[in-house]
Nanobody, 114 residues
Framework: VQLQASGGGLVQAGDSLTLSCAAS????????MGWYRQAPGKERDLVAD???????NYANSVKGRFTISRANAKNTVYLQMNSLKPEDTAVYYC?????????WGQGTQVTVSS
């Protein structure tokens, strides 16, 4: 499975940004897809994930601001990020859980200026 992430960039506080992650290759068996982020000097933490049954899970820090969704026909997951804050600045990684193992995409930088 390959995960291709896109959509990062530099925005101002209060702006919106949408990240996309497209899965390709042996996608059969993927049960969850989601986004993690890692700020400098910090651990990689879950931002949001979504199951094949469209059950979603969010970090408390992004609830009400971020929305994760998926387009199954396109094997793509989206992360709509609204009301961005400087503390959202991080490298965002797409991830997929397949047969109990996590697969990671390349990171995409999101920088929010104050």
């Amino acid at each position: 499975v390959q995960l291709q992430a896109s959509g990062g960039g530099l925005v101002q506080a209060g702006d919106s940004l949408t990240l996309s992650c497209a899965a390709s290759g042996s996608i059969f068996g993927i049960s969850i897809m989601g986004w993690y982020r890692q700020a400098p000097g910090k651990e990689r933490d879950l931002v949001a994930d979504i199951t094949t049954g469209d059950t979603t899970n969010y970090a408390n820090s992004v609830k009400g601001r971020f929305t994760i969704s998926r387009a199954n026909a396109k094997n793509t997951v989206y992360l709509q990020m609204n009301s961005l804050k400087p503390e959202d600045t991080a490298v965002y990684y797409c991830a997929a859980r397949r047969w109990g193992h996590y697969i990671w995409g390349q990171g995409t930088q999101v920088t929010v200026s104050s």
